[in-house]
């Protein structure tokens, strides 16, 4: 059942042209979420009415500072959402299936002195989603495995890394952001690291490798701009599949065995 929209007249008041007004609605709307019955109470269009308070409460937030400080609020309201015991995406998943949907619709719109801070927007959520799989575990106490996993990859395949290469879906810039950021945001998640010994392993190397063949998929986009930018996203020296041993490294085994010392006294 839909939230009565009497119940959120909150919504209107993100996109006010007073910034005390805009954040007391913000304010309103953390706690208003984090109330496991009423947040996944919250259908689809109520997620996109959210949404699209959200996305004006940036359109109408001026100077550096303050947006930065916005962008990171909104990011941060995946903390706050409920993840339920039986369904731990149940709430997260539609929230961000909102986001990116309301950014691929307006993104055309956006007018060249905005589009910096939602820029900054998509790279904040970005890296938020990831680290809200990465303090997720499954049954078996892995990590970056699960329900949070699946279903943050079933997301981003269905919107910014959307398969099909139909533009209509996803606009080429916002494609091409989210191929610019997802290693800097995966290696901040620490999704690039090895750690021996821990479950983790196991369950960032599935999950770096199905976000990897998302990515590969963009390198076969209709779109020249798309494939290009994914080549260069997965030819980047930070993904492990790309580790070469450094010239130290190579050095060392090389110089134990060719060098010499000098006669021993």
């Keep these: 059942m839909a939230a009565d929209e009497r119940n959120m007249p909150f919504i209107k008041h993100l996109a006010s042209s007073d910034r005390k007004t805009r954040s007391s609605a913000l304010s ?16 689809d269009l109520d997620h996109l009415k959210l949404w699209k308070g959200l996305f004006y409460s940036v359109w109408m937030c001026d100077r550096p500072i303050p947006q930065q400080n916005l962008c990171a609020e909104l990011a941060d309201l995946l903390s706050v959402l409920p993840a339920p015991k039986d369904n731990e995406g149940a709430v ?5 299936q909102a986001f990116w949907a309301t950014l691929a619709r307006e993104w055309t719109a956006i007018d060249v002195l905005r589009m ?19 303090n997720g575990k499954d049954k078996n106490g892995t990590t970056w495995a699960g329900t949070r996993a699946n279903g943050m990859l079933q997301l981003l395949e269905e919107w910014p890394l959307e398969k099909t290469g139909n533009l209509s879906t996803v606009p080429v810039g916002l494609r091409l952001h989210v191929l610019d950021i997802w290693v800097d945001e995966a290696e901040k998640a620490e999704l690039l690291k090895e750690k021996e010994g ?30 290009a930018r994914a080549k260069e996203s997965l030819a980047d020296e930070r993904l492990p599949w790309n580790e070469v041993d450094s010239p130290d490294k190579m050095d060392d085994g090389h110089n134990d065995r060719g060098s010499w010392d000098g006669f021993d006294d």
């Design 92 to 96: 997260v998943i539609p929230f961000l």
């Design 28 to 43: 309103t709307l953390r706690t208003f979420l984090t109330a496991p019955t009423t947040a996944r109470k919250l259908s």
């Design 198 to 227: 821990s479950g983790s392993s196991e369950g960032s190397h599935d999950f770096l490798s199905r976000l990897r063949h998302m990515v590969e998929a963009q390198s076969k986009s209709p779109c020249k701009p798309v494939q």
């Design 116 to 134: 910096e801070k939602y820029l900054l927007l998509v790279r904040r959520v970005f890296g938020a989603s990831l680290a809200w799989v990465g």
